[in-house]
């Protein structure tokens, strides 16, 4: 079994935000797989289903960037899951825009909602998938940046990186994460 985790903001408000790139994967994820995302737990919108023959819950922390790490624990504790299995989908300010990237293990670097996660699960060694967002014209206007709306061909170009890692992600259930890095990376 297979937990993916999608980071993000509650969707009404930040919806088409950079910092909602692992909700839009997620999303595109539950739709391909008709996996309803419906159900609640845990601060969480999530919901069930198989990917090549797979289990795999699909959740989308509802308590904000800062804090998903709580439910990641959550989810995690109640499923009984090793690291290995969970799977973490984030926008990241350090990778171009529309390019993904898979990594096994690491830091949190400066995205705060990884901080939550690898504070909550007490490790960084767990796969994730960071989606590039680019850099904000002036540095200090981080915030702004990642919560703030994207123009139109803006949001096509982060929906490429959103479209392949969702790919990415099928790759990682099906062959595994090494072979995933290298088709991916």
């Known amino acids: 079994m297979y937990l993916i985790v999608g980071l993000g903001n509650p969707e009404n408000e930040y919806a088409r ?12 994820i539950a739709n391909k797989y008709k996996i309803e995302m419906s159900r609640t737990k845990f601060n969480s919108i999530y919901g069930s289903g198989t990917i090549n023959n797979e289990k795999v819950i699909l959740v989308k922390p509802q308590t904000y960037m800062n804090l998903s ?6 989810f995690t504790n109640f499923y009984k899951l090793e690291k290995e299995d969970i799977i973490i989908i984030y926008d990241d300010m350090d990778i171009e825009k529309g390019i993904m990237k898979i990594r096994k293990k690491g830091g949190a670097g400066t995205h705060n909602g990884m901080k939550s996660v690898v504070q909550e699960l007490g490790t960084e060694e767990f796969p994730r998938v960071r989606i590039g967002i680019g850099t904000p014209e002036h540095k200090n206007d981080a915030i702004n940046y990642v919560i703030g709306h994207i123009p139109d061909e803006e949001y096509e170009i982060l929906q490429t990186g959103v479209k392949k890692a969702s790919e990415a992600i099928e790759e990682i259930i099906k062959n595994g994460i090494d072979i995933a890095m290298n088709k991916y990376n």
């Open 69 to 74: 790490g709580t439910a990641v624990r959550e």
């Open 17 to 28: 935000t950079r910092h909602n790139m692992g909700f839009d994967t997620v999303n595109i």
